[in-house]
């Protein structure tokens, strides 16, 4: 069905497991199925290899795939920079 999304199975899974809103969340992703996602969580984060399009709407892009941008990103945004062991 046209209702189902990555937003939507997102906003599902958070609000009936985690008790969590969309605005808790930080959702990544490259390619048009994510820009929904992107754009309606807290931190939506392209990749570097990302489409034009997903770049555009997001609030952070992180490096590409190849060079780890999503354990990048985490270590920025979720880790304390003095418990990192990624240099």
């Known amino acids: 069905p046209k209702s189902i999304s990555k937003a939507s199975a997102l906003k599902l899974l958070l609000?009936?497991?985690?008790?969590?809103?969309?605005?808790?969340?930080?959702?990544?992703?490259?390619?048009?199925?994510d820009i929904e996602m992107i754009q309606s969580v807290g931190l939506g984060i392209a990749v570097e290899n990302a489409r034009k399009e997903v770049k555009a709407v997001a609030k952070a892009v992180t490096a590409n795939s190849k060079e780890n941008g999503v354990a990048q990103a985490i270590q920025k945004y979720l880790i304390p920079s003095s418990h990192s062991p990624i240099e």
């Open 15 to 33: 609000a009936r497991i985690y008790n969590l809103e969309l605005s808790d969340a930080i959702a990544f992703g490259d390619n048009y199925n």
